[in-house]
């Protein structure tokens, strides 16, 4: 007579094991999965169901795992084999140094994204002092509101003013507001655009991560992105240029003399979007490049 195996046969791990069983067995059901860096998520994972850093498993690989760790693992490693991200299953991310809860209601904040930050900040560092109160940043598209947190953090005397369409995503960015300390100086406003802006809101620096996804591309993306982050966080339109089109055409009216205004965009659109802006009478100052030597990031002013 056949035996029966305790676990269903798509389990990635048998019920007693060690740190390093359970490494190779969880990396090795992630690399079938499809998944990138296999051994790295499943050491994240793991380190998770352990709470321990990540560095811990090493002087420990010959721990055993309790049946109650072990099922632990089992049901977040199947999670990231089903490509959830692991942001989502871990509940957080890190951007510019800082943990950023995220879920499925924001897109995960990117690597790029730090570069706009990291923008955002230098350009708001070398200001003077604003005459009438604090200087003013507009974060178009908040999502998680890793940019407003991160320019409230790093710029201490500046005020925020972040907007998403979408109530469930102000949700998480102001949990991140509140993570980090920074709730007083971020004001969060739920706007369809510019729409639930005050006329006469004047801001010294608006940044965005528009969504800039053309439509039809976006079921040719990985599962993590095309199954998670939310559809409304990536879908550009026809083209991907919508939201830049937006901003090229209402932004103006809400600039401060002398401000910037800073914006991420995708792969291969350095072009068109700097003609959207020109043809706007904006003064593209500089489109930098990513870490993989891609323009993506736009600044652009008035005066
Ligand atoms: N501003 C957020 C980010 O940069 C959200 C961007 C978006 O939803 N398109 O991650």
Redesign the pocket.
């Known amino acids: 007579m056949l035996r029966h195996s305790a676990k269903p046969a798509s389990s990635p791990l048998p019920s007693a094991v060690t740190v390093i069983e359970v490494i190779q067995r969880s990396a090795e059901f992630l690399a079938r999965k499809g998944v990138d860096s296999p051994r790295l998520q499943a050491e994240l994972l793991l380190a998770q169901v352990l709470k321990l850093p990540r560095m811990q498993l090493y002087l420990d690989f010959q721990r055993q795992l309790t049946p109650a760790e072990a099922d632990h693992l089992r049901e977040l490693i199947q999670r990231r084999g089903r490509r959830e991200p692991l942001q989502h299953i871990l509940g957080t991310t890190c951007?510019c140094g800082l943990e950023m809860a995220v879920n499925r209601h924001?897109?995960?904040?990117?690597p790029e994204?730090e570069l706009?930050a990291e923008a955002g900040w230098e350009f708001l560092r070398q200001l003077t002092p604003g005459d009438s109160g604090p200087r003013a940043v507009l974060?178009?598209?908040?999502?998680?509101?890793?940019?407003?947190v991160t320019l409230a953090v790093k710029c201490p005397d500046v005020h925020v003013t972040a907007t998403?369409v979408s109530p469930d995503?102000l949700a998480v960015a102001a949990q991140n507001a509140a993570r980090h300390g920074v709730s007083d100086r971020i004001e969060f406003r739920e706007s369809d655009g510019f729409a639930a802006l005050p006329a006469g809101a004047n801001f010294d620096l608006i940044?965005?991560?528009?969504?800039?996804i053309p439509t039809l591309e976006i079921d040719t993306l990985q599962p993590e992105v095309r199954d998670f982050?939310?559809r409304?966080?990536?879908d550009g339109g026809p083209d991907g240029l919508k939201?830049h089109r937006l901003l090229a055409g209402q932004a103006t009216a809400f600039l401060a003399a002398g401000g910037r205004l800073m914006l991420?965009l995708g792969d291969g659109q350095a072009a068109a979007v700097r003609e959207s802006f020109e043809a706007e009478n904006w003064i593209v100052e500089a489109i930098r490049p990513d870490y993989n030597q891609r323009l993506r990031i736009m600044i652009a002013r008035r005066d």
């Open positions: 951007f924001v897109l995960v904040p990117r994204t706009l974060d178009f598209g908040t999502g998680s509101g890793c940019l407003a998403d995503a940044l965005s991560n528009p969504p800039y982050d939310p409304a966080a990536l939201f991420e």
